[in-house]
Antibody
């Protein structure tokens, strides 16, 4: 049973950099694109981006200029970095893994989720 | 970007009855459509993918249908634990993957 455990700073000031990490337990990083999704308080879900075990990334165009997703296969972890944050970046951030598939690398619908980290941006 | 529109925004249904939730894409997503359930303070839970395939452990009372632009999630015999917010997501055209704004299912 794969589990995702995430952590990172929960309170930031405007212009600072948001940093979160998600550790994968009970499974390998291979075979999947690993994702970040966020949800502003009381609002819907927004996909942030994804990375595979080779470090190939796909980003939401709306965030691309401020976004970096990285992976550390030695620690079975992947990370999110979002710079120049504003109050609009206040949200619960989730890491997520796609449902298993028959392809070489799975992407698409998200079956396994972290518990979420509330990140608040406030001066 | 594919825009996903869910209706209604809030749906009131009595326990034991059937709920029908709709999701429309701004362009065809073929059958690459997923449904999620989210309860307060929790991560979303995948219910349906491929428009009609139930995810592991999802009860049979949840069913999905549709293709192209129009999709439906049906919950038969509503139980107390089913009252939550439901989101659809397209994963046919990305980046980005996009979600609908959600339908809140409330007890009537």
């Amino acid at each position: 049973q794969v589990q995702l455990q995430q952590w990172g700073a929960g309170l930031l000031k405007p212009s600072e950099t948001l940093s979160l990490t998600c550790a994968v337990y009970g499974g390998s990083l291979n075979h999947y694109y690993w994702n970040w999704v966020r949800q502003p308080p009381g609002k819907g879900l927004e996909w942030i981006g994804e990375i595979d075990h080779l470090g190939r990334t796909v980003y939401n165009p709306s965030l691309r200029s401020r976004l970096r997703i990285s992976i550390d296969t030695s620690k079975n972890q992947f990370s999110l970095s979002l710079n120049s944050v504003t109050a609009a970046d206040t949200a619960v951030y989730f890491c997520a893994r796609p449902v298993d598939c028959s392809a070489t690398i799975c992407t698409g619908p998200f079956e396994v989720w972290g518990r979420g980290t509330l990140v608040t941006v406030s001066s | 970007e594919v825009v996903m529109t869910q209706s209604p925004g809030t749906l009131y249904v009595s326990p034991g009855e059937r709920a029908t939730l709709s999701c429309r894409a701004s362009q065809s997503v073929i059958g690459n459509l997923a449904w999620y359930q989210q309860k307060p303070g929790q991560a979303p839970r995948l219910l349906i993918y491929g428009a009609s395939v139930r995810a592991a452990g999802v009860p049979e009372r949840f069913s999905g249908s549709g293709s192209g632009r129009d999709f439906t999630l049906t919950i038969s015999g509503l139980q107390a634990e089913d009252f939550a917010v439901y989101y659809c997501q397209q994963y046919n055209n990305w980046p980005p993957y996009t979600f609908g704004q959600g339908t809140r299912l409330q007890i009537k």
